[in-house]
């Protein structure tokens, strides 16, 4: 599962080895880690959603206005992912379900 996937999706998350942990059946500890461990990372995590995207994007031609509204889309989805990446990365499926699951423990 790469970065995008991984980020874009709210029942698993993949440790270091590769496992799938079902997110309602973490540990509130380690769920816990995991979002702290996600906001350390988040510039290198945003780097690999935007290496994601944009390789697994099909561009229309370069000479036509399809071209110019992709390209503006994906400049201004960048600039709000490196403006603030804690926050940005918050705001997708993964993270929203880890700190439903967190929040639920309480």
Do not use: C
């Not at 440790?15 to 509130?28: K, L, Q, R």
């Amino acid at each position: 599962m790469d970065v995008f996937d991984l980020l874009e999706q709210d029942e698993v998350w993949v440790d270091v080895h590769g496992t799938e942990h079902d997110i309602s059946d973490m540990e509130p500890r380690y769920v816990g880690n995991v979002i702290r461990f996600m906001e350390r990372k988040a510039q290198a995590l945003i780097n690999g959603y935007a290496w994601s995207m944009v390789k697994t994007t099909s561009m229309p031609g370069a000479d036509t206005h399809a071209f110019d509204v992709v390209t503006a889309a994906f400049g201004a989805e960048l600039d709000e992912m490196y403006r603030d990446p804690v926050a940005w990365l918050r705001e997708l499926p993964l993270m929203k379900a880890l700190n439903e699951r967190l929040a639920a423990s309480e």
